[in-house]
């Protein structure tokens, strides 16, 4: 398992694959986030905008 911390950049193959991986899903899940801090929080907006489903479970509301 790989952790990227706060004040750590995201591996440059990681951050290709994973926006490339979220525009070719048909469902993506989306656990325990405040979805605020980005480039992650775009992932959602990107799967959804290919025609993806996308599931939050979360305790808070979504912003």
């Not at 004040?7 to 525009?23: G, K, M, N, Q, W």
């Not at 992932?43 to 599931?55: D, M, S």
């Amino acid at each position: 398992m790989d952790v990227v911390h706060f004040t750590e950049p995201i591996p440059r193959d990681v951050y290709e694959l994973s926006f490339a991986e979220a525009e070719k899903c048909d469902l993506m899940l989306v656990c325990g986030t405040s979805a605020v801090v980005y480039p992650a929080a775009e992932l959602p907006r990107i799967a959804k905008r290919c025609g993806a489903k996308v599931v939050e479970v979360n305790l808070e509301e979504p912003l």
